[in-house]
């Protein structure tokens, strides 16, 4: 039986077709409640995008653990035969909601697990550093990605202007320039948690972790010329290569892995442990597969259950914590003042983003609180309370991190080594690989101003004197074809 269709109070609605008019040549009528309900939601349909990563795709799933890191943490997520409902959303960082999904970008991998203890939310991206080590410095960097003030297009200049004033970004950009930079489908990538995390153990131990989901699909690529052509045909292609995958039964898998150093030896290591724009030797610190996650269900509707979706590094449940990273620091505060923003301050109780287990807590009114007081008794509204039934503390404390220091604004660009990363990135790759990054690298340096692409090839000689050679005959290369073009 089809149902009947209503106001937003619930009136049945008789005509869905036409206005209310004074006659088929009059004006219509003030009292068209029914029109006028229709044109203010229209003018409401669109909330604010994302301030980066506004272009998404999105679906659901579950993360199994098969092994035991028991020693390392107690978080109920992360014990052995556990199995957890979660959501993920993949995006690209620079384009907006509209933008082409096969551009070259670093892609986001953000991931909200329901745990029994509250929302676990690792929001990471397919590179395992980042551009940055100072969390001050993304919004300059963000504003170089996207568009210039007065041409409003985007401007190379202002990327490589940046990067040549900040070599910690060389190793994300050799990423951004690889292969990496620009996978086929949302499938065809690996995810890291980027930061260095915290996991604890009922014994009060801490242990420092590197979260990586490693695809089961395989790594696919599309070379720029590749992407341009599969832009042309459409500009929906990882929407429609996750979406198709999952409605054909073909659920996408990514397996759990993690890097674990005791908490006391991030003093010793030779590298700073906590620095987003390196990585931890696998030679040094193994990888141990700990699970893996499968997507397998769409969204039913996409705005309520991934534009709505708001995933933050804040999110985090006993076990597992943060750590010094500065970055890590930051987004602590970044993500949940955005989604204050952008959805509300009750955004934690939209369908998608409220937790599966209890929640009680003494926050107050605010837009869109449609659940009341959540204390668990309507007279606690204020504590300490001796209302027996209300809300108390309880569970596992964190334990203490040790912290010393003279509390200033240190130079993180003093003494720090922001080539040997990189330089051994390319010296990774084969010689196939290593003419693409070139070629990618020249291409993304097309109309900039030669003083700022001298100052930055400083830096990539500083990594390797093979790579700015590389650079420079692609560049070559490039003027030919645009002189033999002419
Ligand atoms: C200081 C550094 C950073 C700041 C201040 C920052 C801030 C933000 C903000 C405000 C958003 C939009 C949130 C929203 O409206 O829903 C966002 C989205 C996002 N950021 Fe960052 N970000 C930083 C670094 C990073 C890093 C290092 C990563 C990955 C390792 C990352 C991954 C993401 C992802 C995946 C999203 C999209 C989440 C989604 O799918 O909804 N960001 N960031």
Redesign the pocket.
């Known amino acids: 039986m089809s149902k009947r269709l209503t106001t937003t109070a619930g009136a049945p609605i008789t005509d869905n077709q036409n206005s209310a008019t004074a006659g088929e040549r009059g004006p219509l009528l003030m009292q068209d409640y029914q029109l006028l309900e229709k044109l203010a939601h229209q003018n409401r349909e669109r909330i ?7 272009k ?1 795709w ?1 679906a659901i799933g579950t993360l199994k653990i098969t092994g035991d890191i028991s020693a390392y943490t107690c978080a109920k997520v992360l014990q052995p035969g556990t199995e957890t409902p979660m959501l993920a ?3 690209t ?1 620079a384009g907006e909601q509209g933008a082409a999904d096969h551009e070259r970008d ?5 991931l909200k697990f329901y745990t029994e203890e509250g929302n676990w939310d690792l ?3 397919n ?1 395992p550093v ?3 080590r ?6 300059d960097f ?1 504003h170089t990605q996207k568009r210039h003030p007065k041409t409003n297009l985007r401007s190379p200049t202002a990327m490589w202007d940046y990067w040549s004033l900040s070599p910690e970004a060389l190793h994300q950009v050799t990423i951004l320039m690889s292969d990496r930079g620009l996978p086929v489908s949302p499938m065809h990538m690996n995810g ?4 260095t995390f915290g996991l604890w153990n009922e014994a009060g131990e801490r242990f420092w972790v590197k979260f990586h989901f490693k695809t089961q699909q395989g790594h696919a690529h599309f070379t720029n010329s590749e992407a341009a052509e599969v832009v042309g045909q459409s500009r929906e292609g990882y929407q429609e290569q996750l979406f198709g995958a999952i409605e054909a039964g073909n659920f996408p898998k990514w397996t759990l892995q993690i890097q674990i150093m005791p908490e006391t030896e991030a003093e010793k290591t030779s590298f700073n442990p906590f620095d ?1 724009t390196k990585v931890w030797p696998h030679s040094d610190y193994p990888v141990m597969t700990i699970g893996e996650f499968e997507l397998n269900q769409n969204p039913e509707n996409y705005f309520a259950e ?1 534009e709505n ?5 804040s999110n985090t449940v006993p076990g597992i914590g943060a750590s010094p990273d ?3 620091q ?2 602590i ?3 949940a ?3 204050r ?3 509300g301050t009750h955004y934690e109780s939209l369908p998608v983003n409220a937790p599966k287990c209890p929640v009680h807590h003494y926050h107050k009114d605010g837009t869109m609180n449609a659940l009341g007081q959540r204390s668990g008794h309507t007279d606690a509204y204020y504590e300490p309370n001796s209302i027996s039934e209300s809300a108390k503390e309880g569970g596992l404390q964190e334990p203490p991190l040790k912290i010393s220091g003279d509390a200033d604004r240190y130079n993180h660009r003093d003494g720090n080594d922001d080539y040997s990363q990189p330089r051994a990135l390319h010296d990774l790759m084969d010689e196939n690989q290593r003419t693409r990054l070139y070629a990618n690298t020249a291409e993304a340096m097309a109309g900039v101003p030669e003083d700022i692409i001298s100052r930055v090839l400083v830096h990539y000689d500083l990594i390797s004197p093979e790579y700015g050679a590389g650079i420079r005959s692609a560049r070559s290369k490039l003027s030919e074809m645009h002189d033999a073009a002419d």
């Open positions: 604010p995008e994302r301030v980066v990563h506004a998404g999105g959303r993949f995006s960082v670093v892609r986001g991998f953000a929001v990471g991206n590179t980042f551009f940055l100072d969390p001050y410095k993304f919004p963000i890291y948690g980027s930061h987003l991934i979706a708001a995933f933050s590094p500065k970055v890590l930051a987004r505060f970044s993500y003042d955005a989604h923003y952008r959805l």
